[in-house]
């Protein structure tokens, strides 16, 4: 069997219209097993993409090879917060009012031992663009290489086509933007925003430049599948990135940050993440989450 018909597919199509992002706790000293059942047999990874944090396998007495929590890069220059959480659901669909009745259902379905602890709305704008205007995720890897990037091999230690996902919640502080000149705007990403080419005179903290994947060695694809969310006249993006393991994610953000060389990517003029997790995404098996490496 193939690694696509493994994974989840959610992971691997583009980014819905409208989705929404659960990140959910525990409550101490209950069992998970019970409603984790339930949950297996409704998720379909489409719909709603399943995600178990390194602390709630932990409360199930079981191991997945590479899965850890989030705790920042050392060295790094800027704030990066860590908040880890037991489990994401990842709703995604067409329609945000169906988002909200789904969402609502999950929330039943949980409630016997999880609390929902944060819910964020988002979506896709103009055709894929960040809310600043600039395109995103340009350079995804696409067919066989986002397998590759985004996927857990076979004969890996961790079961084959689930995936290690990274996620943080960006606030674009969009005064500090707005007040940008378009040429620094477009030096701080590092492409013309109208026609999304690649500056070459574009300085070495351009964001462009700083992330570079293949720039890294050994090379550090991601499968980004980022969505803009927004709340009264505040707004930013849920930056969420898969791959077979957390390793390419954490050399981005080590350049990024600043502590690979001492210099920070240009994002942070302007946006920071207020939020960090990671999540291991379990494969499927007969159209439904497969939560057969946790002892479901």
Not at 118 to 124: E, M, P, Q
Not at 197 to 223: G, I, N, W, Y
């Amino acid at each position: 069997m193939s690694l696509a018909r493994l994974a989840q597919p959610g992971i691997l199509e583009p980014v819905p219209p409208h989705a929404r992002y659960l990140t959910c706790q525990l409550r101490v000293g209950l069992d998970p097993r019970p409603v984790l059942r339930r949950l297996a047999s409704q998720a379909d990874g489409r719909h709603a993409v399943v995600g178990l944090g390194a602390s709630l396998v932990r409360e199930l007495n079981a191991e997945i090879p590479g899965l850890r929590s989030f705790a920042g890069i050392e060295g790094a220059r800027i704030k990066l917060p860590a908040t880890p959480a037991d489990l994401l659901i990842w709703l995604r669909g067409d329609d945000r009012g169906d988002l909200l009745i789904r969402s609502r259902h999950v929330e039943h379905l949980l409630a016997p031992s999880f609390d929902i602890h944060d819910i964020t709305d988002a979506f896709t704008h103009d055709n894929g663009r960040d809310l600043t205007g600039y395109e995103d995720g340009t350079e995804n890897p696409e067919g066989k290489k986002a397998l590759a990037a985004a996927l857990v091999p076979k004969k890996a230690n961790a079961p084959a086509g689930s995936s290690f996902v990274a996620v943080q919640r960006w606030r674009h502080h969009m005064s500090r933007f707005e007040a940008m000149s378009r040429e620094q705007q477009d030096h701080t990403i590092g492409r013309d925003r109208d026609s999304n080419e690649e500056l070459d005179d574009a300085p070495e903290s351009a964001h462009v430049k700083r992330t570079a994947q293949e720039s890294f060695d050994p090379e550090a694809f991601v499968l980004r599948r980022s969505m803009p969310w927004a709340e009264g006249n505040e707004g930013g993006l849920v930056f969420t990135a898969f791959g077979h393991s957390f390793n390419a994610f954490e050399a981005q953000l080590r350049r990024m940050s600043g502590a690979e060389d001492g210099l920070t990517d240009a994002l942070y003029s302007f946006t920071e993440p207020e939020t960090g997790a990671y999540f291991w995404c379990p494969p499927v098996a007969d159209g439904l989450i497969d939560l057969r490496a946790v002892g479901l």
